[in-house]
RNA sequence: GUCCCCAUCGUCUAGCUCGGCCUAGGACACCAGAUUUUCAUUCUGGCGACCGGGGUUCGAAUCCCCGUGGGGACGCCA
């Protein structure tokens, strides 16, 4: 059985890089029939905030990426915090140091940086130089004499590492040059990422560890600890990086590209999840619109690209408006009066009419948030756009015969429209433009909108009535 | 600086594994036109790329080497 996680650390709003992780994993683990974990790394109790913690569930939540296994989901190899597994951790370092696959290091943090800058300086690879390794006794005595606090430290011991990566194939390293032995545990006793992430995956059975480049590196550091600590490594598959639209890394600008400002600015989940996975994905026979349950049924890592790509709002919005426009109209209604409703666009317009002239809207738009504008107009006091079409001699007479029709005519909503234009068209002068301009000003307040057609209707007659009578007084 | 990764239109990509079917396909964006008595949608057309240099080969976008460019890592952050 395939076991996949994602473990994001709550020290900030999810975004556009890490819902790709959490996405390929979620879709890696589908296409498997495998199991897919949320475990929150939350080593870091300086940074890690619980709030981000809560925003990152509701923003998982919210894409549609459903966790087998985690917070609030429970699962058979918790807790799924590792702020709660810090005992665990204890033990596996208890045993490692007993084993002499790990040590005490009574070097202080400055020393450790200044042995790093020198051989920075001499060109030599930027590496810690493990001097701690072999203090002695006494040293180590005068160093607990001074006050100084020891880390732990893996011993790296056999440095040629090759990793078979999923996406990248056979990847060898040299950790001679590139880490001394690093740290496990820090001096003020909690564990350090490396340690908990090998242990969790060890402990929680993952098969897969698929994550982003930037983890690269860190990959044969993990591989040597798992294996000391007797586990054996899953499969590593690291994801190029995404960037901004200016090439930029995506973490400078996190603002505008957080999860939780796609969903403020009304994206559908599976629209962004769509453009997600397009990122750096592709199922191939120039298939780019795709559903949710085909991403499912479609992804393989085989297909991932290795080099980095670029975030193109362009190409979101529009796919986001494809997803949009495949919606049945009664959802597509739903989903807009919701997003329109939580933005308090809605406070001084009818909710029936809103939900009756939605639909107009669903060929207009490639997100919620270009709405509240277009609608304004279903307030009842809403603004002219252009007053001139309607204080002219023909704008005004097309609103004084609309007002001698709309009392006669019959309610059907069938065909209303023509109905109502081919009764008004014989009683004034206006044509063309000057004609239809004036009833979609005195309808609207706006020279553009949605087809008259389908609007018409939705407004009703006693509506319409009211508005040319409205007109008429300007 | 050291190590690692990557490289097809402006952007996302197909093609690369198994070299000829590639005068390199699709999509977004952009430009032009058609439809819609508005706007949008839709449709048609246009612009536009194999980073450079060497090999290997009858033949290279596809394989190899070097260069260049981009990215990542070098934390007692994750």
């Known amino acids: 059985m395939i076991r996949v996680r994602f473990a994001p650390s709550p020290t900030g709003y999810l975004h556009l890089g890490n819902v790709r992780t959490a996405l390929f994993n979620y879709l890696f683990a589908k296409s498997q029939a495998g199991r897919f974990?949320?475990?929150?790394?939350?080593?870091?109790?300086?940074?890690?905030?619980?709030?981000?913690?809560?925003?990152l569930i509701e923003d998982l939540r919210w894409m549609g990426i459903q966790w087998d296994e985690g917070p609030e989901a429970g699962?058979?190899?918790?807790?799924y915090l590792q702020?709660?597994?810090?005992?665990?951790?204890?033990?596996?370092?208890?045993?490692?140091?007993?084993?002499?696959?790990?040590?005490?290091?009574?070097?202080?943090?400055?020393?450790?940086?200044?042995?790093?800058?020198?051989?920075?300086?001499?060109?030599?690879?930027?590496?810690?130089?493990?001097?701690?390794?072999?203090?002695?006794?006494?040293?180590?005595?005068?160093?607990k004499a001074r006050g100084i606090k020891p880390t732990i430290r893996f011993k790296v011991e056999d440095p040629q590492v090759v990793l078979h990566d999923l996406v990248r194939g056979e990847v060898h390293f040299n950790?001679?040059?590139?880490?001394?032995?690093?740290?496990?545990?820090?001096?003020?006793?909690?564990?350090?990422?490396?340690?908990?992430?090998?242990?969790?995956?060890?402990?929680?059975?993952?098969?897969?560890?698929?994550?982003?480049?930037?983890?690269?590196?860190?990959?044969?550091?993990?591989?040597?600890l798992l294996k000391a600590m007797g586990f054996t490594p899953p499969q590593y598959g690291h994801?190029?990086?995404?960037?901004?639209?200016?090439?930029?890394?995506?973490?400078?600008?996190?603002?505008?590209?957080?999860?939780?400002?796609?969903?403020?600015?009304?994206?559908?989940?599976?629209?962004?999840?769509n453009y997600i996975a397009l990122l750096g994905w592709s199922p191939g026979e120039n298939r780019e619109i795709l559903s949710w349950k085909e991403l499912q049924e479609l992804f393989s890592l085989e297909r991932v690209n290795k080099g980095p790509s670029i975030y193109d709002p362009h190409k979101l919005?529009?796919?986001n408006g494809e997803h949009l426009r495949r919606l049945a109209p009664e959802e597509f209604a739903a989903r807009a009066f919701d997003f329109l409703q939580q933005g308090g666009f809605l406070q001084t317009m009818e909710p029936s009419l809103v939900m009756k002239v939605l639909p107009v809207f669903q060929d207009n738009i490639e997100r919620f948030d270009q709405l509240p504008d277009k609608i304004g107009f279903l307030s009842e006091d809403f603004g002219y756009e252009n007053r001139g079409w309607l204080e002219s001699d023909e704008g005004r007479e097309v609103c004084r015969a609309a007002l001698e029709i709309?009392?006669?005519?019959?309610?059907?909503?069938?065909?209303?429209?023509?109905?109502?234009?081919?009764?008004?068209?014989?009683?004034?002068?206006?044509?063309?433009?000057?004609?239809?301009?004036?009833?979609?000003?005195?309808?609207?307040?706006?020279?553009?909108g949605p087809e008259m057609k389908r609007l018409f209707p939705a407004l009703g007659l006693n509506r319409a009535e009211l508005r040319f009578k409205r007109a008429v007084s300007v």
């Not at 974990?37 to 925003?55: C, G, H, M, N, Q």
């Not at 059907?412 to 014989?426: H, I, Q, T």
């Open 239 to 273: 994801l190029a990086l995404i960037h901004g639209p200016g090439g930029e890394p995506l973490s400078k600008r996190l603002g505008d590209v957080s999860v939780r400002e796609f969903r403020r600015k009304g994206y559908l989940p599976f629209g962004l999840a």
């Open 406 to 448: 709309l009392p006669e005519m019959e309610v059907a909503e069938d065909g209303l429209y023509d109905r109502f234009v081919n009764a008004l068209k014989p009683k004034v002068r206006a044509k063309g433009k000057n004609f239809f301009m004036p009833i979609r000003m005195a309808l609207t307040g706006r020279e553009h």
């Open 317 to 319: 919005d529009w796919l």
């Open 83 to 143: 702020s709660e597994r810090l005992a665990i951790y204890k033990g596996y370092v208890e045993r490692l140091l007993a084993a002499g696959k790990a040590y005490a290091c009574y070097v202080t943090e400055e020393e450790a940086e200044e042995s790093k800058r020198l051989a920075r300086l001499e060109k030599r690879p930027p590496r810690f130089d493990n001097r701690g390794r072999h203090f002695t006794a006494q040293e180590i005595e005068s160093r």
């Open 37 to 55: 974990i949320l475990r929150v790394e939350d080593t870091d109790l300086e940074r890690s905030k619980p709030e981000f913690r809560a925003a």
């Open 175 to 224: 950790l001679d040059d590139m880490v001394g032995d690093f740290v496990i545990v820090r001096a003020d006793g909690s564990p350090t990422f490396h340690l908990a992430v090998c242990v969790d995956d060890g402990l929680m059975g993952v098969t897969h560890v698929i994550r982003g480049e930037d983890h690269l590196s860190n990959t044969p550091k993990h591989i040597l």
């Open 75 to 79: 699962g058979a190899y918790g807790p």
